[in-house]
């Protein structure tokens, strides 16, 4: 069965005096039941991976170039974040797809390339609130799957990530009816495009503002196998209870 995964999406924020936060995580969840994941920012990555040394909690890069090395000032390969002990990266996030107008052809390339490279691509995806409103949801995330979504992906290099837009660093969160409907769509586009093994074997996770006081619930939605928190995933204090609510989720 999926193991449940908690991911951490420290975004650009952090520098060395936050490794203090991931000292206590490891104390507090090391042989967890569940995966834990955090992608602090590409300098930390190495710091953060020797402070996490032997907890099992794994580190991730927040994204990578398409291209595997070359001409391209400012950007970071899947390879350069594998050695610098990364095992995922996400890729697509909205603030990505927004910031640099990275298209579902873009996020595809990246996530192939990470998967070429040995690491779990976290694939985001989410509708924005006019698309939501519109009740084109389940359309717009039907697109970014096939668009974004790697032919090579299997249970073991790809997560999904569904994260309405209008959610993300908001406080505002979908009713769990609406996530469930989502995250039931994504498990059924995936059985048509690659089959029932593939479809029972990838995570869904569920991102935007995931807190301590909504992930119990958050995480009893049928087909939600973790989350993707940003905000909350910067504190020991507030990342802890998400990750025990995902514990307990999790039997
Ligand atoms: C995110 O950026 O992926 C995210 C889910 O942010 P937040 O938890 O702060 O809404």
Known sequence: MRRKLAAGNWKMNGTGDGLGELRTLSQSHSASAVDILICPPATLLHRAGAVLDGSGIATGGQDCHAAGSGAHTGDISAAMLADAGATAVIVGHSER?????????????????????????????????????????????????????????TGENLVIAYEPIWAIGTGKVPTMEQIGEVH????????????????????????????????????????????????????????????????????
């Open 184 to 251: 039931g769509f994504v498990r059924t586009r995936l059985d048509r495009r690659f089959g029932a093994g593939v479809a029972r074997s990838v995570r869904v996770l569920y991102g935007g503002s995931v807190k301590p006081g909504n992930a119990g619930e958050i995480f009893a939605v049928p087909n939600v196998d973790g989350a993707l928190v940003g905000g909350a995933s910067l504190k020991a204090d507030d990342f802890s209870p998400i990750i025990h609510a995902l514990e307990d989720a999790a039997g």
């Open 97 to 153: 797809r927004a910031d640099h107008d990275e298209r579902n052809d873009d996020v595809r390339a990246k996530a192939k390339t990470a998967m070429e490279a040995g690491l779990m691509a976290v694939v985001c995806l989410g509708e924005s609130l006019a698309e939501r409103e519109a009740a084109n949801t389940l359309d717009i995330i039907a697109g970014q799957m096939s668009g974004s979504i790697p032919d090579l992906s």
